[in-house]
């Protein structure tokens, strides 16, 4: 029995099954990004019976991760107590500066990951917006 056609994925030169090996075995028609509707034809890549697709309610999983307004309050109040690390500050002087790319490469330093030192930047540069909007509110008071 030839192994070699049993995973078409992993075959290597195959005429008998019609798939290229220049996207690294992985068939374009079989692994497509898109769904197509059902033909209602058994055999083919849209086999199968024609049938509606139900929507179903988002359940509480979906909403995992998200921060909801108690947790935001409360990190608020405690980010207002506590105050800012030290790298936080340094990251808060360099983009003062002007220096996003340096802010960013601190950050990532710091915190392990691209991602999370673009998330981390991102919320510093929003504690500087908020910082002169206060400030410039409070100049506004003392005029």
Not at 50 to 78: C, H, Q, Y
């Amino acid at each position: 029995r030839n192994r070699a056609h049993q995973n078409p994925r992993t075959c290597v030169a195959c005429p008998l099954l019609a798939h290229s090996q220049l996207d690294g075995g992985v068939s374009a028609f079989a692994y497509s990004a898109t769904m197509v509707a059902a033909t209602g034809i058994a055999v083919g890549h849209n086999k199968g019976h024609i049938s509606t697709k139900r929507e179903l309610k988002a359940g509480p999983s979906a909403r995992k991760g998200r921060k909801g307004k108690r947790v935001g309050m409360i990190r608020d109040l405690i980010r207002e107590v506590a105050g800012s690390a030290p790298y936080e500050k340094r990251l808060m002087e360099l983009l003062k500066v002007g220096k996003d790319k340096r802010a960013l490469k601190v950050a990532k330093k710091k915190l392990g990951t691209h991602l999370r030192a673009k998330a981390k930047r991102e919320e510093m540069s929003g504690l500087l917006r908020k910082m002169r909007a206060a400030g410039h509110d409070m100049k506004k008071a003392k005029k």
